[in-house]
């Protein structure tokens, strides 16, 4: 059984109990354990079922490349599923069940699939529900659904805050092992600006558990002195529970910062992602040991060497009571010497190596540890755990020689450097046939903005082992970082390390070497995913040769682990299969984030009311408290109508449009862009920016522009008011303000840079109210002494007033066909004028109108909307606006793209009123069908709906539509077909339905 | 008559930092050669400093100048006084090419005062904002979450920021978001 | 995600700062165009892998536009400069012989 010793633990602290609970039950931790270690220390081996087959599942390693302790953690909304227990540090009250099993994690209904495993290959799922067609909605897919995933997706929303971090550095380290600060400390001291990130709670790496002496003195006390120097080092930041995430292009790097999962009660948020910029990166990530592949390897018990030394040494918890080793290397023996000194059992050590270790197993042989070289194991007994193993030879095929009882077995089948923060943004890997291992080729690091190598791996993450290899390696990194940032190097030597030497370890893949189908079909790669090696040997043979497909079609490394511990092995297997060397087989592709960070995280701050900004006028808070239904334009959110107590919305649209038209009304109209453009060449300027001519209006008078891009198609319009000589007011669309800023800083910027013309978007500057209807003039006379009348003020002139003792610009444009005013005043004061004229506005029963009414009431005049009349494929011609389109200049934006064939076009569709014979509402988009059908079998069509609304003003449906030839077939009835069956029949009339001759505007 | 309203009307928030919406502040854009006496002469009568170095504001309580681009400054006048200095801008300038417009109303400003002012903005700009980087005298333009915002530190533990009107809740939001108690990062405080 | 220096401000920021606007140096063909020069101007653009000249926008930031010499397989960049100009200078140019020998973009090399 797992247990807690008596001593030992150089990381907990025996003195505090912890209580937690797995699967409901109550168990109690020491402070400092991980959920992994304090499991164990209750004698919890088995930990959940795996993903395809339902096999039981134990802990196997100690830190982020665990694939099969996950866990459904947190209640709540403080639920998440998928969590690693060897990476959850134990706090007080923590909860958390096992995944992937039904009812229970001793007994699943789902382990029968392991009885069909032979049935269940790789590719298993693309061969079997690919027919009969009809299967996959009804039958596969729900099916599939309901198996698929391994944690449960949270239910309520999550309780925790998250934010974003942006840093700056000289020379970020990745890894806080003793590579990562002897690298940080080598680069501080040459003057460097230095940030340090450590994936976990405690700093110095595996090179506390694993010993060796610095300088002499024991490595923790290196790591201690290191630690504390680098702490008063105000040039350097130590961050730890913050993992480098991801290494993207010019030196950008996202750390990971686990704030309080440890400790959830505290306040602040819970993680925080750090957006990193750092002139160089040293990756001092360390290595991560390989699995051996033999069948069993997956029963729970069978544990990587090094987790279980470091559950000894720094836990205190003994995995089993006799650990049986079987290795390809000398590190392995390490964990025999640890748990042998601690009063442990190890009955063998089982070296696949035919000449054996080196001075390691002779400290092993000395401590009186039988050592079989050349040897294997042939199967595992037990099922949820370990009861015991079959010895046999490496070399033969299986035959058993001998059975020994163990309840652990621990396996190293050598070390792989992490090289994902190398790889992830185009460090190339070297294989190195010494330790069969894909190491970083230092030549060709992935480059930045000035196209030097900005990342240097150092330690074992740079394929370097031996202690003091590792130092001087890292320090020669730390320099070389500092160097590069624009520093120059200390004079500081690297410190001395010593450990055991160890003699070479021999490439095993597959154990033993000769083993048949049956036992690599229970010789696990990946665990999380539950792909064997027999799968990959048949993706090979099936011809998924490429190293990506194979891993597509067997789900190797697809996991949530991402096979930090199964590639290396899986590639092999595969090369061995294809009968080429493993280089030539090459890697997956290694990608961001290292390991899962929150979705959370990523969003930060942005969510709820942060999600996205909305962009209000100051008249909002009247709007809202008014019934507003609001509707986005751009980022603004503008009030479609006012509902009132017990209104629906259309009921709201029609008293609007119907207090509008027989009285007054106010419109917000403040979000409509407003830009300035001035200078002496500001006419020429506005006549190459809209279609029509600009330099000739007047001071104090209106025109209405369109605006086309280089392409010819229509992209906004508005009124242009010329303020003086030199300067225009141009009002955009409200969704098109600072589009077409840039649209004009684009072509001074680029095109006529020495035109003398200055442009400002002054869009928020004002508050703009409409006041429209018959009776705005009367309003407005409440409010001011100055002359307003239709002489001293016309239809599209615009004069300088006093309102309520506020000075205010009034533009005489309408949008509806009324009697308009268009007052503009500085924001602040617009509020206050709302108010005003709501009140100067009651003896007329003056109403508020929303976007909604708006759209009608120019629809009824026929006036165009940007956006629904066009789609970026619409010309000014197609709307029948030559008259705004100058014939009298030589160029304008668009004018050549509208001379081109497709643009004359005479059968392009034109702008027409439609009107249904039955005085119906068309839907919106609807298109006439013309006869006969086109070359796919469709219906051929001869025109769309561009607007289509009821007019409360006519009391019945009206529309605008693009007809072929539609101007010239004026009372030609064509059809709509409906889509749920039926037809429309809507006549070709004139688009503008209400006051042809304008007489209501122009009073 | 009616009285001008600030943006969020001095809302403030007590959190690592004060985060404070600041009153009606008079400013005008000035577009032109900033290199020419003439505009030399008329920024300084208008708020007693001279055309900043890029990248350089010098702002004096409500009074002062910021530099935006190549051809922009922001000034920075009394609210009450708006009108007449633009006028005084205008008169100054003639015959120069140039813009000169008031945009005190379309700008919201907030306040930020504290040992962690620097990592409020950190939080939200992807902008160093360690002291050997920023710091007084110097100001930038950026990105403030998802708006656009330009920020100067009056001392070594205040930042002012200026963004568009429109957005002012949402910055005050993303501000109090990032001033949460137990959010102080102690990376740059 | 890059990082780039805005000629126009000096501001070396990420490229959330900045909106990238296609192609640099492009000539304008108005009315009196052949269709064909048109038709290139509006429709056919550099697509290189490798050095490219592009247009950038420092849109967060002084609003003004520049131009940048970029690899767009390796996404080095050899130099920013003004957008009010009609050909690379010869210093951009140079910077990029110094990393690719023999490249050619339009009529530059």
Same mark, same amino acid.
């Given at each position: 059984?797992?247990?807690?010793?008596?001593?030992?633990?150089?990381?907990?602290?025996?003195?505090?109990?912890?209580?937690?609970?797995?699967?409901?039950?109550?168990?109690?931790?020491?402070?400092?354990?991980?959920?992994?270690?304090?499991?164990?220390?209750?004698?919890?081996?088995?930990?959940?079922?795996?993903?395809?087959?339902?096999?039981?599942?134990?802990?196997?390693?100690?830190?982020?490349?665990?694939?099969?302790?996950?866990?459904?953690?947190?209640?709540?909304?403080?639920?998440?599923?998928?969590?690693?227990?060897?990476?959850?540090?134990?706090?007080?009250?923590?909860?958390?069940? +096992?995944?992937?099993?039904?009812?229970?994690?001793?007994?699943?209904?789902?382990?029968?699939?392991?009885?069909?495993?032979?049935?269940?290959?790789?590719?298993?799922?693309?061969?079997?529900?690919?027919?009969?067609?009809?299967?996959?909605?009804?039958?596969?897919?729900?099916?599939?659904?309901?198996?698929?995933?391994?944690?449960?997706?949270?239910?309520?929303?999550?309780?925790?805050?998250?934010?974003?971090?942006?840093?700056?550095?000289?020379?970020?380290?990745?890894?806080?092992?003793?590579?990562?600060?002897?690298?940080?400390?080598?680069?501080?001291?040459?003057?460097?600006?230095?940030?340090?990130?450590?994936?976990?709670?405690?700093? =110095?790496? &595996?090179?506390?558990?694993?010993?060796?002496?610095?300088?002499?003195?024991?490595?923790? /006390?290196?790591?201690?002195?290191?630690?504390?120097?680098?702490?008063?080092?105000?040039?350097?930041?130590?961050?730890?529970?913050?993992?480098?995430?991801?290494?993207?292009?010019?030196?950008?790097?996202?750390?990971?910062?686990?704030?309080?999962?440890?400790?959830?009660?505290?306040?602040?948020?819970?993680?925080?992602?750090?957006?990193?910029?750092?002139?160089?990166?040293?990756?001092?990530?360390?290595?991560?040991?390989?699995?051996?592949?033999?069948?069993?390897?997956?029963?729970?018990?069978?544990?990587?060497?090094?987790?279980?030394?470091?559950?000894?040494?720094?836990?205190?918890? +003994?995995?089993?009571?006799?650990?049986?080793?079987?290795?390809?290397?000398?590190?392995?023996?390490?964990?025999?010497?640890?748990?042998?000194?601690?009063?442990?059992?190890?009955?063998?050590?089982?070296?696949?190596?035919?000449?054996?270790?080196?001075?390691?197993?002779?400290?092993?042989?000395?401590?009186?540890?039988?050592?079989?070289?050349?040897?294997?194991?042939?199967?595992?007994?037990?099922?949820?755990?370990?009861?015991?193993?079959?010895?046999?030879?490496?070399?033969?095929?299986?035959? @058993?020689?001998?059975?020994?009882?163990?309840?652990?077995?621990?396996?190293?089948?050598?070390?792989?450097?992490?090289?994902?923060?190398?790889?992830?943004?185009?460090? /190339?890997?070297?294989?190195?046939?010494?330790?069969?291992?894909?190491?970083?080729?230092?030549?060709?690091?992935?480059?930045?903005?000035?196209?030097? =190598?900005?990342?240097?791996?150092?330690?074992?993450?740079?394929?370097?082992?031996?202690?003091?290899?590792?130092?001087?390696?890292?320090?020669?990194?730390?320099?070389?970082?500092?160097?590069?940032?624009?520093?120059?190097?200390?004079?500081?030597?690297?410190?001395?390390?010593?450990?055991?030497?160890?003699?070479?370890?021999?490439?095993?893949?597959?154990?033993?070497?000769?083993?048949?189908?049956?036992?690599?079909?229970? +010789?696990?790669?990946?665990?999380?995913?539950?792909?064997?090696?027999?799968?990959?040997?048949?993706?090979?043979?099936?011809?998924?040769?490429?190293?990506?497909?194979?891993?597509?079609?067997?789900?190797?490394?697809?996991?949530?682990?991402?096979?930090?511990?199964?590639?290396?092995?899986?590639?092999?297997?595969?090369?061995?299969?294809?009968?080429?060397?493993?280089?030539?087989?090459?890697?997956?592709?290694?990608?961001?984030?290292?390991?899962?960070? +929150?979705?959370?995280?990523?969003?930060?701050?942005?969510?709820?009311?942060?999600?996205?900004?909305?962009?209000?006028? @100051?008249?909002?808070?009247?709007?809202?408290?008014?019934?507003?239904?609001?509707?986005?334009?751009?980022?603004?959110?503008?009030?479609?109508?006012?509902?009132?107590?017990?209104?629906?919305?259309?009921?709201?649209?029609?008293?609007?449009?119907?207090?509008?038209?027989?009285?007054?009304?106010?419109?917000?109209?403040?979000?409509?862009?407003?830009?300035?453009?001035?200078?002496?060449?500001?006419?020429?300027?506005?006549?190459?920016?809209?279609?029509?001519?600009?330099?000739?209006?007047?001071?104090?008078?209106?025109?209405?522009?369109?605006?086309?891009?280089?392409?010819?198609?229509?992209?906004?319009?508005?009124?242009?008011?010329?303020?003086?000589?030199?300067?225009?007011?141009?009002?955009?669309?409200?969704?098109?303000?600072?589009?077409?800023?840039?649209?004009?800083?684009?072509?001074?910027?680029?095109?006529?840079?020495?035109?003398? @013309?200055?442009?400002?978007?002054?869009?928020?500057?004002?508050?703009?109210?409409?006041?429209?209807?018959?009776?705005?003039?009367?309003?407005?006379?409440?409010?001011?002494?100055?002359?307003?009348?239709?002489?001293?003020?016309?239809?599209?002139?615009?004069?300088?007033?006093?309102?309520?003792?506020?000075?205010?610009?009034?533009?005489?444009?309408?949008?509806?066909?009324?009697?308009?005013?268009?007052?503009?005043?500085?924001?602040?004061?617009?509020?206050?004028?709302?108010?005003?004229?709501?009140?100067?506005?009651?003896?007329?029963?003056?109403?508020?109108?929303?976007?909604?009414?708006?759209?009608?009431?120019?629809?009824?005049?026929?006036?165009?909307?940007?956006?629904?009349?066009?789609?970026?494929?619409?010309?000014?011609?197609?709307?029948?606006?030559?008259?705004?389109?100058?014939?009298?200049?030589?160029?304008?934006?668009?004018?050549?793209?509208?001379?081109?064939?497709?643009?004359?076009?005479?059968? &392009?569709?034109?702008?027409?009123?439609?009107?249904?014979?039955?005085?119906?509402?068309?839907?919106?988009?609807?298109?006439? @069908?013309?006869?006969?059908?086109?070359?796919?079998?469709?219906?051929?069509?001869?025109?769309?709906?561009?607007?289509?609304?009821?007019?409360?003003?006519?009391?019945?449906?009206?529309?605008?539509?693009?007809?072929?030839?539609?101007?010239?077939?004026?009372?030609?009835?064509?059809?709509?077909?409906?889509?749920?069956?039926?037809?429309?029949?809507?006549?070709?009339?004139?688009?503008?339905?209400?006051?042809?001759?304008?007489?209501?505007?122009?009073? | 008559?009616?009285?001008?309203?600030?943006?969020?009307?001095?809302?403030?928030?007590?959190?690592?930092?004060?985060?404070?919406?600041?009153?009606?502040?008079?400013?005008? $854009?000035?577009?032109?050669?900033?290199?020419?006496? *003439?505009?030399?002469?008329?920024?300084?009568?208008? $708020?007693?400093?001279?055309?900043?170095?890029?990248? *350089?504001?010098?702002?004096?309580?409500? $009074?002062?100048?910021?530099?935006?681009?190549?051809?922009?400054?922001?000034? #920075?006048?009394?609210?009450?006084?708006?009108?007449?200095?633009?006028?005084?801008?205008? *008169?100054?300038?003639?015959?120069?090419?140039?813009?000169?417009?008031?945009?005190?109303?379309?700008?919201?400003?907030?306040?930020?005062?504290?040992?962690?002012?620097?990592?409020?903005?950190?939080?939200?700009?992807?902008?160093?904002?360690?002291?050997?980087? #920023?710091?007084?005298?110097?100001?930038?333009?950026?990105?403030?979450?998802?708006?656009?915002?330009?920020?100067?530190?009056? $001392?070594?533990?205040?930042?002012?920021?200026?963004?568009?009107?429109?957005?002012?809740?949402?910055?005050?939001?993303?501000?109090?978001?990032?001033?949460?108690?137990?959010?102080?990062?102690?990376?740059?405080? | 995600?890059?990082?780039?220096?805005?000629?126009?401000?000096?501001?070396?920021?990420?490229?959330?700062?900045?909106?990238?606007?296609?192609?640099?140096?492009?000539?304008?063909?108005?009315?009196?165009?052949?269709?064909?020069?048109?038709?290139?101007?509006?429709?056919?653009?550099?697509?290189?892998?490798?050095?490219?000249?592009?247009?950038?926008?420092?849109?967060?930031?002084?609003?003004?536009?520049?131009?940048?010499?970029?690899?767009?397989?390796?996404?080095?960049?050899?130099?920013?400069?003004?957008?009010?100009?009609?050909?690379?200078?010869?210093?951009?140019?140079?910077?990029?012989?110094?990393?690719?020998?023999?490249?050619?973009?339009?009529?530059?090399?």
């Amino acid at each position: 059984m797992s247990t807690r010793l008596a001593t030992g633990g150089r990381l907990i602290d025996r003195t505090k109990s912890v209580s937690f609970s797995f699967n409901g039950k109550r168990h109690e931790g020491r402070a400092g354990d991980t959920l992994a270690s304090a499991l164990l220390a209750n004698n919890q081996m088995m930990v959940g079922r795996s993903f395809k087959y339902h096999r039981p599942r134990g802990i196997v390693a100690s830190g982020v490349e665990e694939p099969n302790a996950l866990f459904n953690m947190g209640e709540g909304a403080g639920f998440e599923p998928n969590q690693r227990a060897t990476t959850t540090e134990l706090f007080d009250g923590l909860t958390c069940k +096992s995944q992937n099993h039904w009812p229970n994690l001793e007994f699943d209904i789902g382990a029968v699939n392991k009885y069909l495993g032979r049935f269940l290959p790789a590719g298993f799922y693309y061969k079997m529900f690919m027919y009969p067609r009809a299967f996959w909605k009804h039958v596969y897919e729900p099916f599939i659904r309901q198996s698929a995933g391994l944690g449960k997706a949270p239910r309520d929303r999550d309780q925790d805050k998250y934010e974003h971090f942006y840093a700056f550095s000289d020379v970020l380290v990745i890894g806080g092992g003793v590579a990562g600060l002897q690298a940080a400390k080598a680069a501080a001291e040459s003057g460097a600006k230095v940030m340090v990130l450590e994936q976990t709670a405690d700093w =110095g790496g &595996r090179a506390c558990v694993d010993g060796g002496t610095v300088d002499g003195a024991p490595v923790d /006390k290196f790591v201690q002195k290191t630690l504390s120097e680098l702490q008063e080092n105000p040039n350097v930041t130590l961050r730890s529970r913050m993992m480098g995430a991801g290494v993207y292009d010019h030196g950008y790097a996202l750390g990971y910062e686990r704030l309080t999962d440890h400790q959830p009660d505290a306040p602040g948020p819970r993680h925080r992602l750090w957006r990193i910029r750092a002139k160089q990166i040293v990756t001092a990530t360390g290595a991560i040991e390989r699995p051996l592949s033999f069948a069993g390897n997956d029963v729970p018990g069978v544990m990587l060497a090094s987790a279980i030394r470091d559950y000894a040494v720094n836990f205190g918890v +003994s995995v089993g009571d006799r650990t049986a080793i079987v290795t390809n290397n000398d590190d392995a023996y390490r964990t025999a010497i640890t748990l042998k000194n601690m009063g442990l059992d190890v009955p063998v050590i089982l070296d696949a190596r035919a000449t054996g270790g080196g001075a390691l197993a002779d400290e092993a042989r000395a401590l009186g540890i039988r050592i079989e070289n050349g040897k294997a194991i042939a199967k595992v007994k037990g099922t949820r755990r370990v009861e015991g193993i079959s010895i046999c030879t490496q070399a033969g095929e299986g035959a @058993v020689l001998e059975d020994i009882k163990c309840d652990v077995v621990a396996m190293s089948g050598g070390w792989s450097p992490v090289v994902h923060l190398w790889s992830h943004c185009g460090g /190339k890997l070297l294989w190195d046939d010494t330790h069969a291992m894909f190491r970083p080729d230092v030549h060709k690091a992935p480059t930045g903005a000035a196209g030097e =190598g900005f990342v240097i791996p150092a330690g074992t993450a740079n394929g370097v082992f031996e202690l003091g290899e590792v130092l001087s390696d890292a320090d020669a990194a730390g320099k070389a970082a500092a160097t590069a940032a624009g520093h120059s190097a200390s004079k500081q030597t690297a410190p001395s390390g010593t450990t055991t030497k160890e003699a070479p370890l021999a490439p095993i893949w597959l154990m033993p070497q000769g083993a048949g189908p049956k036992l690599r079909m229970k +010789s696990w790669l990946d665990y999380q995913n539950d792909v064997k090696v027999s799968d990959v040997q048949l993706a090979a043979r099936e011809g998924y040769a490429s190293v990506e497909h194979a891993k597509r079609y067997t789900t190797l490394g697809m996991a949530t682990d991402q096979g930090k511990i199964s590639n290396i092995n899986g590639l092999a297997i595969l090369s061995d299969a294809l009968n080429q060397p493993i280089p030539q087989t090459g890697t997956t592709t290694f990608r961001p984030p290292y390991t899962p960070i +929150s979705l959370a995280s990523i969003a930060g701050e942005a969510r709820g009311e942060l999600f996205q900004p909305l962009r209000k006028t @100051v008249i909002h808070d009247w709007h809202e408290e008014n019934g507003a239904f609001f509707e986005p334009v751009g980022a603004w959110r503008r009030p479609y109508c006012y509902q009132q107590d017990g209104e629906t919305v259309d009921a709201a649209v029609t008293r609007e449009i119907n207090g509008t038209r027989n009285s007054v009304a106010l419109l917000d109209a403040s979000t409509l862009g407003k830009i300035i453009a001035k200078g002496p060449d500001a006419g020429k300027f506005l006549d190459m920016m809209y279609t029509n001519m600009m330099s000739n209006l007047k001071p104090g008078k209106c025109r209405y522009g369109l605006m086309c891009g280089e392409n010819g198609f229509l992209q906004d319009d508005g009124v242009v008011a010329r303020l003086d000589d030199d300067t225009f007011l141009c009002h955009t669309t409200t969704g098109g303000a600072e589009n077409i800023h840039g649209h004009m800083e684009d072509w001074l910027q680029c095109e006529w840079w020495n035109w003398k @013309v200055y442009t400002a978007n002054v869009t928020e500057q004002y508050a703009q109210i409409a006041v429209v209807g018959p009776n705005a003039r009367k309003v407005l006379e409440k409010l001011t002494t100055d002359d307003i009348s239709a002489e001293a003020l016309p239809f599209m002139g615009f004069g300088d007033i006093t309102l309520d003792g506020v000075s205010a610009r009034v533009y005489r444009i309408s949008f509806s066909g009324e009697l308009s005013y268009e007052i503009a005043v500085p924001a602040s004061y617009g509020r206050a004028l709302w108010d005003r004229l709501l009140e100067a506005g009651a003896e007329f029963d003056i109403t508020t109108y929303g976007t909604e009414g708006l759209h009608v009431m120019r629809a009824e005049k026929g006036f165009i909307m940007i956006g629904d009349e066009t789609d970026g494929t619409v010309i000014p011609q197609d709307l029948m606006m030559h008259w705004a389109i100058s014939k009298k200049k030589e160029d304008f934006l668009g004018k050549r793209a509208q001379s081109r064939s497709h643009m004359t076009d005479p059968n &392009r569709w034109k702008l027409v009123g439609l009107e249904t014979l039955d005085g119906s509402v068309l839907p919106n988009g609807a298109y006439a @069908v013309a006869d006969g059908e086109n070359a796919n079998g469709q219906r051929n069509v001869q025109g769309r709906v561009t607007s289509t609304y009821y007019s409360p003003t006519l009391e019945r449906g009206i529309a605008m539509g693009l007809v072929l030839h539609g101007p010239d077939r004026m009372g030609e009835v064509i059809d709509f077909p409906k889509v749920d069956g039926g037809v429309i029949q809507a006549k070709i009339v004139d688009q503008v339905f209400f006051d042809k001759d304008g007489e209501k505007q122009n009073v | 008559m009616s009285e001008p309203v600030a943006p969020l009307n001095g809302a403030k928030y007590e959190g690592f930092v004060t985060v404070q919406a600041m009153g009606l502040q008079g400013m005008i $854009t000035l577009r032109g050669d900033l290199s020419s006496t *003439k505009v030399g002469k008329a920024v300084k009568a208008a $708020t007693g400093q001279p055309v900043p170095a890029q990248r *350089k504001a010098a702002v004096d309580g409500d $009074t002062g100048v910021a530099w935006m681009s190549p051809d922009e400054l922001l000034l #920075f006048v009394p609210y009450a006084e708006i009108d007449a200095r633009l006028d005084a801008l205008h *008169k100054a300038l003639t015959g120069e090419h140039f813009l000169a417009v008031n945009v005190s109303d379309a700008r919201a400003m907030f306040h930020l005062e504290g040992n962690g002012a620097r990592e409020v903005i950190a939080k939200l700009c992807p902008v160093d904002m360690s002291p050997d980087a #920023f710091g007084p005298s110097d100001f930038r333009r950026s990105r403030m979450a998802q708006i656009p915002a330009a920020f100067w530190m009056p $001392t070594d533990v205040s930042v002012q920021i200026v963004c568009f009107r429109s957005v002012a809740e949402y910055a005050f939001n993303l501000l109090k978001d990032a001033a949460e108690p137990g959010g102080q990062v102690g990376y740059l405080a | 995600m890059l990082i780039l220096t805005c000629p126009c401000c000096d501001v070396t920021g990420e490229e959330t700062e900045f909106v990238a606007g296609g192609e640099a140096h492009l000539k304008r063909f108005g009315p009196g165009s052949t269709d064909d020069d048109f038709h290139d101007y509006l429709f056919m653009k550099e697509n290189p892998k490798g050095v490219h000249l592009e247009r950038w926008r420092h849109a967060n930031g002084c609003g003004k536009w520049f131009l940048a010499a970029r690899d767009t397989m390796t996404m080095e960049v050899y130099g920013t400069y003004s957008a009010q100009t009609y050909e690379p200078p010869k210093a951009i140019k140079d910077a990029i012989s110094t990393k690719r020998p023999g490249w050619r973009w339009r009529e530059f090399s």
